[in-house]
């Protein structure tokens, strides 16, 4: 039996839960856990806020650790690599977006970390709430030495899903960059777009988070809720990385953009609210667009970005015993910038 923690109902707390975990498959990275970041993807499944939660659920997709052991198949990876899983275990493999490394936009549908079906034996999938976890080998990336590992976790999750669309749009040097939003996923984005030569902006309600927005790199601060500031701000930006999670208003930020420009959406999946005004978009041949996390090659390429540019998450270290502690203080933002799980609280307990 593998020790984890798991909620199980939408109203209990996480809580010491044993898990079996699979025997190697051919092509299987048997991997320790050392560190797994605590995502608001976590807290959204164990409260089953988007229906659908399979309980009971061992959160966790931001998961660092050494291999222990391989499937007989397996080259790519020996025991003792330190070594990342991400948001998804699996995938179709044979669609267009799989063949091209975009297991994210699976036409199946990729098998996340947690609370998806396994694809071979239709088992439930666990997270990194716990000791051990067993992964396809193509779902596995390689954690350079030059990444501290605890600070390296959230990138698999809030690192892949800032770098994707940055990447993918093109950021690059001359480029005018506007960041909304200043959590997990903001500071990553600024980390990222700074280091792609972007000019960066940090847009903010808040003023108490101007000196904040500097220190994380940003060049310039943007108080959102200033309508003087927003003015003047008009027609200036090639990219907005919009990072927010909840329903907020899009009209003000669009008017930001050049011709030519592209929003970005990366936090928000409900409907749009209030109205876009499509004139908006239309006279200006602007882009409202949306990016989810990224491929596996891609997360590889931007753990290899990071030790290049010496870039890592803000960190909060956790012992797993306060982890419902701290879904009460992530609800209330009151964490800088993700809490990590120091795993060996969960080994020695």
Known sequence: MTKAYAAQSETSELAPHPIERRELRSDDVAIDITYCGVCHTDIHYAENDWGGTIYPVVPGHEIIGKVTAVGDNVKGFKVGDSVGVGCMVDSCRECSSCEQGLEQYCLNGMVPTYNGEDLHDKSVTYGG????IVVSDRFVVRVPEKLDPAKAAPLLCAGITTYSP????????GHKVGVIGMGGLGHMGVKFAKAMGAEVTIFTRSES????AKRQGADNVIISTDDEQMEAAAETFDFLLDTVPVQHDLNPYINCLKVDGTHILVGLLEPVDPALQAGALVMKRRVLAGSLI?????????????AEHNIHCDVEMLDIQNINEAFVRM?????KYRFVIDMDTLKQS
């Open 331 to 335: 609800k209330k933002g009151d964490v």
């Open 294 to 306: 990224g491929g596996i090659p891609e997360t590889q390429e931007m753990l290899d970005f990071c």
């Open 209 to 212: 988070k101007v000196a904040e």
């Open 166 to 173: 940055l990447r993918h749009f093109g950021v690059k040097e």
């Open 129 to 132: 709430y716990s000791e051990k």
